[in-house]
């Protein structure tokens, strides 16, 4: 070996020592900033109230029209879902074709819900008469 490989044997050597240290004070740095999120989270949950919930408070209901209704039978295949009006419910397996709608109201508004599963999926939508406009 010359003196010039030494050179470059102990140049090489301090590189790979400064990146060695590099990697060892991101780590640390990754490592203390991990620690101190989780205590942070850990204090705030701690302090939260467990008998509070947060729901999403709907003030007035959603209305439909009778035609909207209407509409929304003649869709009951795609929609693969029951609807139930008036509390006449009808499947998702019937013929939006010969379905007989006369027992709609054109001229009075429905209240509608969406009934869900567990899971999120749709299982009935519901129509009903809105109480607003029944009163004389």
Known sequence: MEIGEHAKTALWLGAGILIFVICLSSGSYLFQTTS?????MYT??????????????????YTSTGAEVIQTLHQIQELGTAIEVDGQRLDSSIDPDELDVSFINMNRPYRTTYIRDTAGRLMLVKYDISEETTQP
Do not use: A, F, P, Y
């Not at 101190?36 to 942070?40: A, I, L, T, V």
């Not at 705030?44 to 209901?61: A, F, M, S, W, Y």
């Open 44 to 61: 705030l949950i701690g302090t939260t109230d467990r008998n509070q919930k947060v729901t999403l408070k709907i003030e007035h209901h």
């Open 36 to 40: 101190d999120m989780n205590s942070k």
